[in-house]
């Protein structure tokens, strides 16, 4: 017996591949470089946190998700959280290693020299060291945020599947 709930996971596959390749022009309208923006949601939490457009496609993707498959809600929340690790590892691999294949492609490298300390002050909320966490929504408080509008975009959706099929 296969996975019942196929189209949410090739919609999430596209979703990031698109943005992957295409996240420097996305990037402007979404938020992730603040003072060039153009969002109507830019709102810095804390230092190391941002509510952006970012954060409102989270909830609008995984509302789609959270509709077309609402009873496989804690597997797309392990995928959000799947995609968080992700996007740190894409932030890791930006500030400390230059050699990386993604370096080359797919990602923006630092040039600024950090310490592995710094970037995890930072990042954790410790300390402000003044760096730009990009993949992260400016560290842990962003990663979070994004979870949170995760999980309840997946139960919007699901509670409107379930509202829409049981009203007909």
């Known amino acids: 017996m296969g996975f019942p709930c196929k189209l949410p996971f090739i919609f999430l596959s596209i979703v990031g591949v698109i943005i992957l390749f295409f996240e420097p022009t996305i990037n402007l309208w979404f938020g992730g470089s603040l003072e060039k923006a153009k969002c109507f949601v830019c709102k810095k939490v804390n230092y190391n946190g941002y509510l952006t457009n ?3 496609s989270h909830f609008v993707v ?3 998700v959270g509709y077309l498959c609402p009873s496989h809600i804690y597997f797309f ?3 959000g959280i799947l995609w968080e690790l992700i996007e740190f590892y ?3 691999t930006s500030k400390f290693n230059k050699h990386s294949f993604l370096c080359n492609g797919v990602v923006q490298c630092s040039e600024k ?3 592995k300390t710094q970037f995890w002050h930072h990042f954790l909320g410790i300390k402000n060291n003044n760096i730009n966490i990009y993949w992260n929504s400016g560290g842990l408080v962003g990663s979070l945020l994004d979870i949170v ?4 975009g997946l139960l919007t959706g699901s509670y409107l599947n379930h509202k829409l099929i049981f009203s007909k």
């Open 62 to 64: 995984f509302l789609i």
């Open 54 to 56: 970012w954060t409102i």
């Open 77 to 79: 929340i392990g995928i």
């Open 113 to 115: 020299k950090i310490s």
């Open 149 to 152: 509008a995760d999980v309840l």
């Open 90 to 92: 894409l932030e890791y």
